[in-house]
């Protein structure tokens, strides 16, 4: 059994950075595919990165050049480093694990955190 849990949401100002970081109970992220997710209520939940094994990050289009997802083996997590955050970043976001990496399609996770909320406003 494992339960993933995102951390690191809070309040911010447009043009701010925020670090989000996913840690996995009963086993270790360094055994999954790490897929960041986000949804606005209103929206489609929408595909931020994907993060494989190896370290190698894939990310959606709206994110590209703002965002980096690394893994960080000797905490045991995956971070999201969010750079320009813009009012459109806000959305809770998701970390979840699967077995593959490199498309943005949240049916390719089976374990899904409880998300943790990232707001952008001035």
């Known amino acids: 059994q494992v339960q993933l849990v995102e951390s690191g949401g809070g309040l911010v100002q447009p043009g701010d950075s925020l670090t989000l970081a996913c840690a996995a109970s009963?086993?270790?992220?360094?055994?999954?595919?790490i897929g960041w997710f986000r949804q606005t209520p209103g929206r489609e939940r929408e595909g931020v990165a994907s993060v494989c094994l190896g370290g190698r990050a894939y990310y959606g289009d709206a994110v590209k050049g703002r965002f980096t997802a690394s893994r960080d083996n000797a905490k045991g997590t995956v971070s999201l480093q969010m750079n320009s955050l813009e009012p459109e970043d806000t959305a809770v976001y998701y970390c979840?694990?699967?077995?593959?990496?490199?498309?943005?399609?949240?049916?390719?996770?089976?374990?899904w955190g409880q998300g943790t909320q990232v707001t952008v406003s001035s």
């Open positions: 009963g086993s270790t992220v360094r055994d999954f595919v």
């Open positions: 979840a694990a699967g077995p593959t990496c490199g498309v943005l399609e949240g049916s390719q996770y089976s374990t």
